[in-house]
C-alpha cells in the first residue's frame, strides 16, 4: 500500500512534540496555516531527496516516427536523459539532448529511460520516492525543515543531524538486506 503524505506528516508532527498538528494531519479536515507549512517542508524535503540523494527513475515508451521525442510527450518532466534503447531488443540508440527534446536517427518504437522531480503533493497524494527511502527519513527532513521555518533552531539541528544519518544509512543500504533464518537445535 503506497505511504500516503499525511502520514509522514503526521510523524513529523509527532517527532516535534505536536500530537495537535499530527492528528489534524490525519484527520484531512481542516488546513490551518501550521499544517500548510508543514506540507510546504515537506514538499521541499521530497525534493532535495529526489534531486540530491536518490533519484526518482522512469523509463517510457514511444513510436518514434518524427526523430525526436519532445519532452512533453513524457509522462514526467526529465531532469536528466539516462538513455535511450530499442523497447524490442533493448540495444542502445544513439540520440542528442536538446532543450525541448532528444534527437534521434531512428524511427522504431523506443525506450526513454530518465530521472525526474516528484510533484508537489497534497495531504491525501501518494508519496512516489525510491524503495531505500523511508517515511523515518522524510519525517525527519520534514520536522527539521518545519522547526527551522518556525525559528527553533537548536532542535531543528538535531532533527537535521538524524535526517542526514538516515539519508547515510540508507545510501549504504540501496538493495534489501536479506536476513537468515534461524535454526534452533
Known amino acids: 500500500m503506497p505511504t500516503r503524505v499525511k502520514e509522514i506528516l503526521s510523524a513529523a508532527a509527532d517527532l516535534i512534540g505536536r500530537s ?4 489534524e494531519a490525519e484527520s484531512e479536515s481542516s488546513s490551518s496555516e501550521e499544517l500548510s507549512l508543514l506540507l510546504r517542508c515537506f514538499n521541499i ?6 534531486l540530491d540523494y536518490f533519484q526518482l527513475k522512469r523509463q517510457d515508451n514511444f513510436i518514434v516516427r518524427t526523430n525526436k521525442i519532445s519532452y512533453t510527450e513524457l509522462y514526467e518532466t526529465p531532469t536528466a536523459i539516462l538513455g535511450v534503447t530499442r523497447a524490442e531488443t533493448g540495444e542502445p540508440v544513439p540520440y542528442e539532448v536538446f532543450p525541448d527534446y532528444i534527437a534521434l536517427n531512428v524511427q522504431d518504437v523506443l525506450t526513454v529511460t530518465y530521472t525526474y522531480a516528484p510533484q508537489d503533493k497534497k495531504l491525501t497524494d501518494s508519496v512516489v520516492k525510491a524503495p531505500c527511502v523511508s517515511v523515518r527519513l522524510l519525517a525527519y527532513g520534514t520536522a527539521a525543515e518545519f522547526l527551522l521555518a518556525c525559528g527553533r533552531f537548536s532542535e531543528a539541528a538535531v532533527l537535521d543531524k538524524r535526517y542526514r544519518e538516515a539519508i547515510s ?7 534489501p538486506l536479506k536476513v537468515r533464518a534461524r535454526r534452533w537445535s
Open 45 to 50: 524535503i521530497q525534493n532535495e531527496v529526489a
Open 20 to 23: 495537535d498538528l499530527a492528528r
Open 169 to 175: 544509512a540508507a545510501a549504504s543500504v540501496k538493495t
